[in-house]
T-cell receptor, first 111, second 113 residues
Framework: AQSVTQLGSHVSVSEGALVLLRCNYSSSVPPYLFWYVQYPNQGLQLLLKYTTGATLVKGINGFEAEFKKSETSFHLTKPSAHMSDAAEYFCAVRDGNKLVFGAGTILRVKS | NAGVTQTPKFQVLKTGQSMTLQCAQDMNHNSMYWYRQDPGMGLRLIYYSASEGTTDKGEVPNGYNVSRLNKREFSLRLESAAPSQTSVYFC????????????FGEGSRLTVL
């Protein structure tokens, strides 16, 4: 079965600083990978996805992620954090008809 | 275009009571899912329905039942609620044949006393 590990349950950055949220996956087949964002008291919204092709994937709100097969990683980055980026972020891997989610990383942005 | 709609948004139950969470999608998606979200545990799959007429257990099905009423609707039932079922429940849907991303509802917050 596929699985996902997100390193760091909480990450704190200053406004304008680089955001790096880490995700490692385990998959027996070429993975389809996703990042979702959840703002307080809301549902999950797709940020970006990797299926095939280009390993650097750009998403909404200035986020991007790079698929590295050799490292089994799919880390999420944003060059400059904004206060509105404060949220919980989930990495997920497709497992047949389902998505398997990581435990989530709460991003705090300090002014 | 409402997407995925869940009702109710909030519910408080006493131990042993029953209730049904309703979910409907208007995107003509084939597959529907129920997840629960607990702090530090991410989202865990309870049940899913790959297509109308089929349902399958996920990671944490105990204490729950589901019904795929038609292509649009997928309900989750708690027959005898327990405090361990206090959680936020999310319904999601997916179009069969796409790359797998799910579309989520706003969630239903359930407290069992």
């Amino acid at each position: 079965a596929q699985s996902v590990t997100q390193l760091g349950s909480h990450v704190s950055v200053s406004e304008g600083a680089l955001v790096l949220l880490r995700c490692n996956y385990s998959s027996s087949v070429p993975p389809y990978l996703f990042w979702y964002v959840q703002y307080p008291n809301q549902g999950l919204q797709l940020l970006l996805k990797y299926t095939t092709g280009a390993t650097l994937v750009k998403g909404i709100n200035g986020f991007e992620a790079e698929f590295k097969k050799s490292e089994t990683s799919f880390h999420l980055t944003k060059p400059s954090a904004h206060m509105s980026d404060a949220a919980e972020y989930f990495c997920a891997v497709r497992d047949g008809n389902k998505l398997v989610f990581g435990a989530g990383t709460i991003l705090r942005v300090k002014s | 275009n409402a997407g995925v709609t869940q009702t109710p948004k909030f519910q408080v139950l006493k131990t042993g009571q029953s209730m049904t969470l309703q979910c409907a999608q208007d995107m003509n998606h084939n597959s529907m899912y129920w997840y629960r979200q607990d702090p530090g545990m991410g989202l865990r799959l309870i049940y899913y329905s790959a297509s109308e007429g089929t349902t399958d257990k996920g990671e944490v099905p105990n204490g729950y039942n589901v019904s795929r009423l038609n292509k649009r609707e997928f309900s989750l039932r708690l027959e005898s609620a327990a405090p361990s079922q206090t959680s936020v429940y999310f319904c999601a849907s997916r179009l069969q044949g796409n790359t797998g991303e799910l579309f989520f509802g706003e969630g239903s917050r359930l407290t069992v006393l």
